[in-house]
């Protein structure tokens, strides 16, 4: 019997107490998008990822508006007549990352140090490269290729992937057979020789370089979803929309896929940081991005001949690799964690 002025959500457990008729609301409750937005505001180790990415991300943002979307823009007179042209920010406002400052020394120390070649000042905090550039400028427009490339190669590669796993698991047998043997092969390539051949097939244009580390990481993301769709496909749901007659491309694309994604989207966020040491590995090799455009890689590369001189014009590009490739790592374990429902439920 219900007690005098309870609602009408309200219930006697067994032990005569209130309980609630939304139990089954709040487990609910504990999965989703907005359940894994909260788990990961709650983690430190996520969260201080995020930050770090969105800082490296509006940077990357900043650097491709000025040195690509202006560039752009420049060649209709409409913008061109106000000076709208590439590094238009940095050349009016700041300094510009590719020209050769006429007086100023080179391979200068961060401020205040010294070396041989001179005092550092704070017209150049972190110091200038064998050619008199500002390494901040450079590095800040480097941005532009590391967070791009790691981003878009790890989109063609997680879509690439997620196709031929999602098929091959749903359908199995000679299908599976035979899209695993051909995802095998790519496996069985070191990924860096994979994405040295590409290139040196199609050459070192930037959308290569991308569309070869996508392709080299296609197997990773095909094996891992394959492995969930196996399961899935095996759900009531799926069995339910096959009996209503829908096609296998919808239920692949709205029921099997959505389902299996979780462990491919934390993957993805991890391989962001592994495309990121990918690309810096072929701009310092020379395969990557060619100068004067600025890179990470390449600025690495170019330390090598004075390192003795000035460490410090190798330090800055490598802890900049580190730290994104470690916060992109920090991220994705937090949504692993946010996502496992091992640890949701």
Same mark, same amino acid.
């Given at each position: 019997?219900?007690?005098?002025?309870?609602?009408?959500?309200?219930?006697?457990?067994?032990?005569?107490?209130?309980?609630?008729?939304?139990?089954?609301?709040?487990?609910?409750?504990?999965?989703?998008?907005?359940?894994?937005?909260?788990?990961?505001?709650?983690?430190?180790?996520?969260?201080?990822?995020?930050?770090? +990415?969105?800082?490296?991300?509006?940077?990357?943002?900043?650097?491709?508006?000025?040195?690509?979307?202006?560039?752009?823009?420049?060649?209709?007179?409409?913008?061109?007549?106000?000076?709208?042209? *590439?590094?238009?920010?940095?050349?009016?406002?700041?300094?510009?990352?590719? *020209?050769?400052?006429?007086?100023?020394?080179?391979?200068?120390?961060?401020?205040?140090?010294?070396?041989?070649?001179?005092? !550092?000042?704070?017209?150049?905090?972190?110091?200038?490269?064998?050619?008199?550039?500002?390494?901040?400028?450079?590095?800040?427009?480097?941005?532009?290729?590391?967070?791009?490339?790691?981003?878009?190669?790890?989109?063609?590669?997680?879509?690439?992937?997620?196709?031929? !796993?999602?098929?091959?698991?749903?359908?199995?047998?000679?299908?599976?057979?035979?899209?695993?043997?051909?995802?095998?092969?790519?496996?069985?390539?070191? @990924?860096?020789?994979?994405?040295?051949?590409?290139?040196?097939?199609?050459?070192?244009?930037?959308?290569?370089?991308? %569309? !070869?580390?996508?392709?080299?990481? +296609?197997?990773?993301?095909?094996?891992?979803?394959?492995?969930?769709?196996?399961?899935?496909?095996? *759900?009531?749901? +799926?069995?339910?929309?096959?009996?209503?007659?829908?096609?296998?491309?919808?239920?692949?694309?709205?029921?099997?896929?959505?389902?299996? @994604?979780?462990?491919?989207?934390?993957?993805?966020?991890?391989?962001?940081?592994?495309?990121?040491?990918?690309?810096?590995?072929?701009?310092?090799?020379?395969?990557?991005?060619?100068?004067?455009?600025?890179?990470?890689?390449?600025?690495?590369? *170019?330390?090598?001949?004075?390192?003795?001189?000035?460490?410090?014009?190798?330090?800055?590009?490598?802890?900049?690799?580190? %730290?994104?490739?470690?916060?992109?790592?920090? @991220?994705?374990?937090?949504?692993?964690?946010?996502?496992?429902?091992?640890?949701?439920?």
């Amino acid at each position: 019997m219900a007690t005098t002025g309870s609602t009408e959500d309200d219930v006697l457990d067994a032990d005569g107490d209130v309980g609630s008729l939304h139990k089954d609301d709040e487990i609910e409750s504990r999965v989703g998008w907005r359940y894994t937005l909260s788990q990961i505001r709650g983690d430190p180790t996520a969260l201080g990822g995020l930050v770090v +990415i969105a800082f490296m991300s509006g940077l990357a943002l900043f650097a491709t508006v000025d040195a690509v979307v202006f560039d752009i823009l420049s060649e209709y007179q409409v913008f061109a007549q106000y000076g709208v042209r *590439k590094y238009w920010i940095a050349e009016t406002f700041w300094i510009s990352p590719i *020209k050769e400052p006429l007086e100023t020394p080179r391979l200068l120390p961060p401020a205040p140090l010294e070396n041989v070649y001179g005092q !550092g000042t704070w017209a150049h905090p972190l110091g200038t490269d064998d050619r008199g550039r500002d390494i901040l400028a450079r590095l800040v427009y480097g941005s532009r290729i590391a967070i791009t490339v790691g981003a878009i190669a790890t989109v063609v590669g997680m879509v690439g992937g997620t196709v031929v !796993g999602a098929v091959a698991g749903y359908y199995g047998g000679r299908v599976d057979d035979l899209l695993m043997r051909a995802v095998e092969t790519l496996y069985a390539i070191p @990924f860096f020789i994979l994405v040295l051949a590409f290139i040196a097939v199609f050459g070192t244009n930037l959308a290569f370089v991308m %569309v !070869g580390v996508g392709i080299a990481s +296609i197997p990773t993301f095909a094996r891992l979803i394959r492995s969930e769709v196996v399961s899935v496909r095996e *759900k009531a749901y +799926i069995e339910a929309a096959t009996a209503a007659g829908v096609r296998d491309r919808n239920i692949i694309r709205r029921h099997v896929i959505p389902n299996s @994604f979780a462990p491919v989207l934390v993957q993805g966020t991890l391989q962001i940081g592994t495309a990121i040491l990918i690309v810096a590995g072929l701009s310092f090799l020379g395969f990557g991005v060619q100068p004067p455009t600025p890179s990470w890689g390449q600025m690495l590369s *170019k330390s090598r001949a004075v390192m003795i001189e000035n460490v410090w014009y190798s330090i800055w590009p490598g802890l900049c690799i580190l %730290v994104t490739v470690v916060a992109f790592n920090m @991220f994705g374990d937090g949504l692993r964690d946010a996502l496992d429902p091992r640890l949701n439920n």
